[in-house]
Each structure stands twice: as C-alpha cells, then as structure tokens.
C-alpha cells in the first residue's frame, strides 16, 4: 500500500473503524478519509477527514466513491448489538446491515477499488460448531437464533466478497474477529457486550460503595476477548498481505471463563465487594473459542493481553463517563 493512496474506513467513529484510523494514521498514511452518521468524530489529525454518510443511502454512497475515489475501502460500518438488542431489532440487523455492506462493496466493486476488507464476526459460525471453531465449519450447522438476522447479514457480506472475487475478479477479502473491546466501545447496559457491561457495573459499584456485584449465569462459559487496537492492526496486516477468497478468524486462540473475566475486571478496578453469581439467569453457549491457525499462518499474531487491555479500555471509561 502506497502511504498516499486514498484509503476509506466506513463507520470510522465506531469503536472498530475508529481504531483502524488511528492504526493507519500511526503506520504514516496521508489520505484517509471515514464516515459515520450519528456518532461524531472525536479524533482530530491531518491525514484524515471524515464525512456524514448515511451508508444505507444507495445514491449517497455512490456518490461518495466518485467524489473521492478511494483506492483500499476497511468496512467497519454495521447495526451492533449484545443479545438483547439482536434479538429485539431482529429485522433492522438484517435489513439495515444487508443493505450499508451491499452499498460499500457493490460501490467499491463500480468505481474499481484496488482492495477491500469486510469486517464480520465470529456469531456466523453454527451454535453447535466444535471448538475451536475453524473457518470450514461456516455452513453446516443452524445458527444461534438470537442473532440469526445478524449473523445472515454478516454471511451475505463475506460471500458478496468470495463472489464478486470469482465473478468479476475483485480483491475483496473478509475476516471474522472474535469479541473486541476497547476505546469508544459500548457501555451502555441495554445493549452493550459482556467485557463494556463488567467495566460499567464495577466501576458503579466501586464509585457507590456498593457490597457485590451480580454476574448473570454461573460464571462458567467461556469466551475470547481481543484489543480493537490487536484487530486493526490485524486488519492492516491483512491489506497489506493477504489476497485469498477465504475469509480468515481473527482472536487469540485463548479463552478465559466469564468468573475469571469477572475477577480480572474487578481486580483492575479495585473494586473491593463481592461476585455473586445470579445462577437462575442462563448461561447461553458454553464455550465460544475461534481457531486461529490460518491468521497465525499469514504471519499475524496479536500483542495485547487481556489485563493490559482491560486497563487500557478502563482509562477509556474513566475519560469519558466518570
Ligand atoms: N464490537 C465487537 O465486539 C465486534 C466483534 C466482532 C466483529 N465486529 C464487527 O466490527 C464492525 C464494527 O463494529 P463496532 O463494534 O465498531 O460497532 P460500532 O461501534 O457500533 O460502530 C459501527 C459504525 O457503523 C456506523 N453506521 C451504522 N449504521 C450506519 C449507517 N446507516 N450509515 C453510516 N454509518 C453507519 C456507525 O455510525 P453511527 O454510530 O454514527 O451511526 C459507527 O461508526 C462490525 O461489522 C462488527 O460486526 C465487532
């Protein structure tokens, strides 16, 4: 990749694009150009200029690749949400992630863009898939209902890419992270992801005096967290190294149990009550671990451990809500 080439980030003020951002302007790239709809920018750097986009807008986004002619394209644009959220706005995760992920890669594919990296997630894999969960197991079981809309859009998106690469001979390429946290995440309890709502409910305890904190479930199901900075780092890797149709894991290949999670977030805040595990709540899949191997193979491996991730994306926090 040329340092001055024009590189387009769709949903640059979420946590995901926000982070490749600041990866690319720390990697000396000159030309980068986001966009984002609700969320202003908070980031302020010569190299970059942001936009107001509605991506859903098929005209809009046509127009926007004209006028400025990106050469590579990150999609981090998407409706996200935890399980509540998912399941709840069922048909706004289907239709309004279909439609921004077909604008950005049908547009990326007329005006000619020389690459593009579709960014998915690891819910698209079977609920029953064997673990580790490896990329060939995409496809041979049924999803976790929950997030079925989610999960389609996100299968529709990294085919788009796989069949626009045999049909019209693009470089689109694909990768599902693992569960990310980190600097402009989620923290709002409706509809935030495990790691952000631990982070929130410690520090409200903490700052309350409050004697425990409940964990729903028993605390035994296990999860993958990654740095957003490890992700797009990983991301620019892979723009600037991998060039095959199949789409590639992106986690550690580790994972930690919620009651060790738990205990991690608690010690990091200095919160000095109690855990109580709520065990009448359910605990959802036992185990969720992504096989990393071919990540690992095209010479990616990530660099930040959890607790240095966890005190990072705390200082976040504290910034911007205490
Ligand atoms: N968070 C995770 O744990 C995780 C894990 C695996 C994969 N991923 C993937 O990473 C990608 C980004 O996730 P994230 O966590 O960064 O989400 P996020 O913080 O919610 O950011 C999403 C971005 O998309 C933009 N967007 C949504 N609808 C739009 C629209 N109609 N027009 C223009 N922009 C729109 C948002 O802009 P506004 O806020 O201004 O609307 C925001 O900039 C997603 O594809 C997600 O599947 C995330």
């Not at 004209?66 to 990150?74: A, C, D, I, R, S």
């Amino acid at each position: 990749m040329n340092k001055n080439e024009t590189i387009f980030v769709a949903g640059a003020t979420g946590m995901v694009g926000s982070a490749i951002i600041r990866k690319l302007v720390a990697n000396g790239f000159t030309s980068v150009i986001g966009t984002y709809r609700n969320r202003k920018p908070s980031f302020d750097h010569p190299a970059v200029s942001f936009f107001s986009v509605d991506l859903m807008d098929t005209q809009a986004v046509a127009a926007f690749y004209k006028e400025h002619k990106p050469v590579y394209v990150f999609d981090a644009a998407a409706k996200v949400g935890g399980i509540v959220a998912n399941n709840l706005y069922r048909a706004q995760f289907l239709y309004e992630n279909l439609v921004i992920q077909n604008n950005i890669i049908h547009q990326a594919y007329v005006s000619g863009v020389k690459k593009l990296l579709f960014l998915g997630s690891s819910c698209i894999y079977p609920k029953m898939a064997p673990q580790p969960i490896k990329e060939e197991y995409l496809l041979t079981n049924t999803l976790e209902y929950t997030n079925e809309p989610y999960a389609i859009a996100k299968i529709a998106g990294l085919k788009m890419c796989e069949n626009y690469n045999l049909q019209y001979g693009t470089n689109f390429i694909a990768a599902m992270p693992t569960n990310l946290y980190g600097p402009e995440d989620n923290y709002d309890l409706q509809n935030s992801h495990v790691l952000p709502a631990l982070i929130r409910k410690f520090h409200e305890a903490k700052v309350n005096n409050k004697p425990d904190v409940t964990i729903w479930g028993t605390g035994s199901p296990l999860r993958e967290f990654m740095h957003v900075d490890d992700l797009a780092a990983a991301s620019l890797y892979l723009m600037e190294n991998y060039n095959e149709n199949q789409f590639v894991n992106i986690g550690w290949g580790k994972d930690i149990s919620i009651k060790d999670l738990a205990f991690l977030v608690k010690e990091i805040i200095d919160f000095k009550g109690e855990l109580v595990f709520d065990t009448t709540k359910p605990d959802g899949t036992p185990r969720k671990l992504l096989d990393v191997s071919l990540l690992n193979a095209i010479g990616f491996v990530p660099q930040i451990s959890l607790r240095e991730g966890i005190a990072d994306a705390y200082q976040d926090f504290l910034k911007k809500f205490a």
